[in-house]
């Protein structure tokens, strides 16, 4: 953080609904703490920085964000520190404050200083720490993002923008090992698209596949290259990898390929497994090698990476209208491992020796 603080105005609530909370049934994303932190982008710079009490944002029907999707966000979480109920850590937050800007010079939006996205965060979660939980499988999810402001219908990257902080008490995302299709007939993006960036519009883009696919019973897609469908690139909420024999596999993202979100838990559990001498693999994955070793019993375990599902066993794909199942490996799962020490580290029970939490 620089040495100069930022001038942040603080208006607290009136009326906590803190009470309100029953925390130990907590859905995902429908709950919001008591403040947020906004900022706004006029003139060239980032000013008013302020926390004000969660509420409606008031807008003109004309705001650019809505008719040409200039929209971007990030999701980390804060956990309490299970060492010490006073502490709160926060899970490598500069890294999405420099995803978010990546994401920003993709959309032609204005990046924002780092400072103002980590003093703005302290400063919120500093406010509202009683809404940290320390449930099992809870964390404050944090949902920083970023929107067009101006009030105009021509089409041209607009010259106001502005940057919020909210926050929601979350349980877990998914309960049970997951449900994936891979998707051949539609496409969440595409080579030179912003599939790398964390977009409004990649979302929008994949919820009529979801849909039709959840309709059929599954729970995410998987999505595969929009030139040919052949190879795997991740899911709609999490990046994917396989176990085959004793190798992970994982689909490459930035530099090498455009179209895969550069997951922070992804880049966290592969600096694990390297620290653990476990052999890794980032290439292209085809869709045929995964059904092969789904079939052959090669595969031994698929999962999800990412904030909002953390590690998420993956039990069945479909592929061509046919649902192949993973069988269960006996004995301790990798999954569990990686998931137990992530979680460890989240939350002050494992040590951290990167340097990837951050104290409040
Ligand atoms: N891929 C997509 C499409 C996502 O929405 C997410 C969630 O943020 C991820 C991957 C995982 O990214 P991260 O680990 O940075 O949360
Ligand atoms: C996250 O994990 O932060 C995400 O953005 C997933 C979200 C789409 C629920």
Redo the contacts with the bound molecule.
Sequence with gaps: MEELALDIKIEKTSKSNLDQVDFDNIPFGKIFSDHMFLADYKDGKWQDLRIVPYGEFSMNPALSAIHYGQSIF???KAFRNRQNQEEVLIFRPQ??AA?LNASAKRMCMPELPENIFMEGLHKLIELDKGWVPNTEGSSLYIRPFMFAADAFLGLKPSDTYTFAIITSPVGIYYSNPVKVKIEKEYS?TCHGGT?YA?VAG??AA?MYPAKLAQAEGYDQLLWTDAAEHKYIE??????VMFQINDTIVTAPTMPEEDT?????????VLELLSDWGVKVEERKIPVQEIVDATKDGSLKEAF??????TIAPISHIGNDGELLEIAEVEGEKLSTKIKQHLQGMQMGEVEDNKGWIYRI
């Design positions: 990030e999701g980390l890294d999405n995803r969440r599939g964390k990649n979302y994949s991740e899911s709609g909420t999490m990046n895969i979100l550069r997951s922070i838990t992804r880049l966290s999800g990476t990412g904030t909002a599902v």
